[in-house]
């Protein structure tokens, strides 16, 4: 799984943001944000706030690289299927009470 560090770097190349012009929005060095993408340092939790807004992501996803919404998806699947499953039971008692009656 990609470190934290190493998504921060992919995020802003992927996204074309110059190195230069991302330390001017947060108001730090660019060598500031090379020992972020490094692992040497993290940002603070402000800056981490102004990476997801300027990234247009969440803080989630660049903390762990999974986002708050991959866990309500994993929980709407179970739930349809419990649903699905209850919907098929329903349909064959149906159908083995007419047969048998």
Same mark, same amino acid.
Do not use: C
């Given at each position: 799984?990609?470190? *934290? ?18 330390? #001017?929005?947060?108001? +730090? ?11 040497? #340092? ?11 807004? +300027? ?16 866990? *309500?998806? #994993? ?12 919907? *098929?039971? *329903? ?11």
């Amino acid at each position: 799984m990609m470190e *934290f560090h190493e998504r921060l770097k992919i995020i802003r190349e992927k996204q074309k943001i110059d190195l230069e012009n991302l330390a #001017k929005d947060l108001n +730090i060095s660019s060598e500031e944000i090379i020992s972020w993408e490094s692992g040497e #340092k993290e940002p603070s939790i402000n800056n981490l706030i102004k990476l997801s807004k +300027i990234y247009r992501t969440s803080t989630d996803y660049l903390l762990t690289g999974k986002s708050s919404s991959d866990f *309500f998806f #994993k929980i709407l699947m179970i739930v349809l299927s419990v649903i699905t499953l209850g919907v *098929f039971l *329903f349909i064959i008692i149906a159908a083995i009470t007419i047969l048998f009656k």
